[in-house]
Nanobody
Framework: QVQLVESGGGLVQPGGSLRLSCVAS????????MGWYRQAPGKQRELVAT???????NYVDSVKGRFTISRDGAKNAVYLQMNSLKPEDTAVYLC???????????????WGQGTLVTVSS
């Protein structure tokens, strides 16, 4: 019904940059909250950044000043620009969205499959 597809992960050296993309598709009436989570091996999933529809972006303290989340309403997309990457940023990054489904007007939470970001020399 609704799908999220992420892209942009990869291997980057410390101090480098990556831009993650997430595009929502399906029977979508509106996309409300969108955000990025990450999960490193052996650790719990962590909220990285969110950007509500028409709202302000929020970031976990560890990425403030380095990461920027943005949205493209026309494309139902959310992006995460990651600069000054550190080894501790290494994780699988997952896109998350809450959407209102067309016709039923029901709200559902959707997760992407994840894209791996590895920060290493």
């Amino acid at each position: 019904q609704v799908q999220l597809v992420e892209s942009g992960g990869g291997l980057v050296q410390p101090g480098g940059s990556l831009r993650l993309s997430c595009v929502a598709s399906g029977s979508i009436l509106s996309v409300n909250n969108m955000g990025w989570y990450r999960q490193a091996p052996g650790k719990q999933r962590e909220l990285v950044a969110t950007i509500p529809r028409g709202g302000s972006a929020n970031y976990v303290d560890s990425v403030k000043g380095r990461f920027t989340i943005s949205r493209d309403g026309a494309k139902n997309a959310v992006y995460l620009q990651m600069n000054s990457l550190k080894p501790e940023d290494t994780a699988v990054y997952l896109c998350n969205a809450r959407v209102v489904v067309y016709t039923s007007y029901s709200t559902v939470e959707v997760w992407g499959q994840g894209t791996l970001v590895t920060v290493s020399s």
